[in-house]
């Protein structure tokens, strides 16, 4: 059986791993200046919000409720607007107010949005009409357009994804909260709860990096940027920069497995993900 990591944690000891899925920069000192912009931007979610997060995930273990998790695969910026989000974030409440009635219990809403930027690819590179130029990564990274200027990663993407999920997140969450009301006929401060949680795969890590900081009177790292990141399938080998990196903050992570996953090296990732079997952190 693999053995867990267990050797000392950094925010920056991922870089010390091979990186699945990351792009390559043409201009190092392009991109160090705007992962310093980023770093230097107020934080999208907040400690303690990660940790009522942490705290509703191990309550759903207990069965004291019901963690609901929906949004898209992958979105863009176009699509980052406070009326297409609201649509999802509505049609994530109807859900839950279905379950919360089917099943007598809470429900902790969790939206797959607000930095879902970053795609996967099973190939760096595309070709068409005999021309090949680098996959079309998520809007984080470079444009959908095939063009050789369109598909060139940018740093700045990562700028305009952050201020993308700061205004956009803001704005759809006020307006579902005015749909909550209209459909139970409850103003907001008789309602226990109508939470949102944000969610993404962490997948493009100087982005993750930059939005991870220290909090006063709290031990350790938190990643700012969401409440609940996750290491996606394509990059959850053990000894990697993704599974490095997320066993050291302090957010709930999630891991996405697939049929080829062995029970050996599934309880391996446990184990080094969340090594104190700390509730609602995996």
């Known amino acids: 059986m693999p053995q867990p990591v267990t050797q000392d944690w950094s925010l920056r000891s991922w870089r010390e791993k091979e990186a699945l899925q990351q792009p390559t ?18 934080p999208l979610v907040t400690s303690w919000e990660v940790e009522n997060l942490k705290d509703e995930i191990a309550r759903a273990a207990q069965g004291d409720r019901f963690l609901l998790q929906g949004g898209e695969c992958a979105e863009s910026f176009g699509n980052c607007r406070a009326d297409i989000i609201t649509g999802r974030l509505k049609i994530l409440m109807q859900m839950s107010l279905v379950l919360t009635y089917g099943l007598n219990t809470r429900i902790v809403r969790v939206g797959r949005f607000a930095g879902q930027y970053a795609k996967p690819r099973s190939s760096d590179t595309e070709t068409r009409n005999g021309t090949t130029l680098p996959s079309y990564r998520g809007d984080i990274i470079n444009g959908p357009e095939f063009s050789a200027e369109a598909r060139r990663p940018d740093p700045q993407r ?31 401060d008789s309602v226990e709860s109508v939470t949102f949680y944000t969610s993404h795969e962490a997948l493009l ?15 350790g790292i938190y990643n700012l940027g969401t409440h609940l990141p996750w290491v996606g399938k394509r990059t959850n080998q053990i000894e990697n920069a993704h599974v490095e990196y997320a066993r050291g903050i302090e957010n709930p992570v999630g891991l996405k497995v697939g049929p080829d996953m062995t029970p050996s090296k599934l309880q391996t990732l446990v184990r080094t993900l969340d090594p104190d079997d700390e509730p609602g952190k995996l």
Do not use: C
């Not at 890590?205 to 031990?219: C, F, G, I, Q, T």
């Open 158 to 188: 990562m700028v305009e994804a952050y201020s993308s999920s700061s205004h956009a997140i803001v704005d759809a969450i006020e307006d579902t909260l005015g749909f909550f009301e209209a459909v139970t006929d409850q103003k907001l």
């Open 205 to 219: 890590l100087p982005y993750e990096e930059a939005l991870s900081r220290s909090v006063p009177h709290k031990n």
């Open 25 to 42: 920069y043409p201009d190092e000192t392009a991109l160090g200046e705007k992962l310093d912009h980023v770093s230097a931007l107020p």
